[in-house]
């Protein structure tokens, strides 16, 4: 059932594994989707294999300003923004001791300065609207401290889940829903495929449901936040981690 028709959506990351996933589920739904990205070459290359209206939108998320141009762009081509999807995302497996003053900065730069020049940028038209859903990706390691990923990793996700926090606050009273999703090990160039062999059976004896999440499952849960029967759903972080966290 295609919920999403007449809907208008950015995704970020888009070129990654869980981005295009992502894209790829609201475009089932009928949305028409920009995918946002640093990498142009990569995105546009993706876009060719999609099936519905797309559009391929190269954008450094940490520049508010190219944000902010990208944006108008989108508004241009595919009209007011509604459904913002906050994936784009880094990782650090450092800890403390080893995380210098560049890294830090560069994991926070795109974890969490990324989501916020978007949804700064995006949500007061969804306000003037009275329609919107805010999907930012979160992760199990801001409430685990890292598992596997370090410091500044952990650090910018639990920052990310207080942003969902204070924003879902801030919108809800407009009919603008602002949600995070929490996921664990999804597979992915960017989590699962760089552990090494001992740490992927280590990590499956303690996640309950013995496997690794796929991209499709991930996205899924991004799906039914965006679509208008999770009207009620907002302030929540929603944890896709076949067990390993139950709380």
């Given at each position: 059932?295609m919920?999403?028709?007449?809907k208008?959506?950015v995704?970020?990351?888009?070129?990654?594994?869980?981005?295009?996933?992502?894209?790829r589920?609201?475009?089932?739904?009928?949305a028409?989707?920009?995918?946002v990205d640093?990498?142009?070459?990569?995105?546009?290359g993706?876009?060719?294999?999609?099936?519905?209206?797309?559009l391929a939108?190269?954008?450094?998320?940490?520049?508010?300003?190219?944000?902010?141009?990208?944006?108008?762009?989108?508004?241009?081509?595919?009209?007011?923004?509604?459904?913002l999807?906050?994936?784009a995302?880094v990782?650090?497996n450092?800890?403390?001791?080893?995380?210098?003053?560049?890294?830090?900065?560069?994991?926070?730069?795109?974890?969490?300065?990324?989501?916020?020049?978007?949804?700064?940028?995006?949500?007061?038209?969804?306000k003037k609207?009275g329609?919107?859903?805010?999907i930012n990706?979160?992760?199990?390691e801001?409430?685990t401290?890292?598992?596997?990923a370090g410091?500044?990793?952990?650090?910018?996700?639990?920052a990310?889940?207080?942003?969902?926090?204070?924003?879902a606050?801030e919108?809800?009273?407009?009919?603008v829903t602002?949600?995070?999703?929490?996921?664990?090990?999804?597979k992915?160039q960017?989590?699962?495929e760089?552990?090494?062999?001992?740490?992927r059976?280590?990590?499956?004896?303690?996640?309950?449901?013995?496997r690794?999440?796929?991209?499709?499952?991930?996205?899924?849960?991004?799906?039914?936040?965006?679509?208008p029967?999770?009207?009620?759903?907002?302030?929540?972080?929603?944890?896709?981690?076949?067990?390993?966290?139950?709380?």
């Amino acid at each position: 059932m295609m919920v999403l028709t007449g809907k208008t959506a950015v995704v970020t990351g888009a070129a990654g594994t869980m981005g295009n996933a992502v894209a790829r589920a609201l475009l089932e739904d009928g949305a028409q989707v920009a995918l946002v990205d640093i990498d142009a070459l990569r995105l546009d290359g993706l876009t060719r294999f999609l099936r519905g209206t797309t559009l391929a939108v190269p954008c450094d998320v940490t520049d508010s300003r190219a944000v902010a141009a990208a944006l108008q762009n989108v508004e241009k081509l595919l009209g007011p923004v509604d459904i913002l999807v906050n994936n784009a995302g880094v990782l650090s497996n450092e800890k403390s001791e080893a995380t210098d003053d560049a890294e830090w900065r560069r994991v926070l730069a795109v974890n969490l300065d990324g989501a916020f020049f978007w949804a700064r940028a995006a949500l007061p038209a969804m306000k003037k609207r009275g329609w919107g859903r805010i999907i930012n990706v979160c992760s199990l390691e801001a409430k685990t401290g890292g598992l596997t990923a370090g410091a500044a990793y952990a650090a910018s996700k639990g920052a990310l889940a207080s942003l969902t926090f204070s924003l879902a606050r801030e919108a809800a009273e407009h009919g603008v829903t602002v949600n995070g999703v929490s996921p664990a090990y999804v597979k992915t160039q960017m989590v699962t495929e760089q552990l090494t062999e001992a740490q992927r059976r280590q990590l499956l004896t303690t996640i309950p449901v013995g496997r690794f999440c796929e991209p499709e499952e991930f996205a899924h849960a991004v799906r039914f936040l965006a679509s208008p029967l999770a009207g009620f759903i907002t302030g929540e972080i929603l944890d896709v981690n076949g067990g390993l966290q139950m709380d």
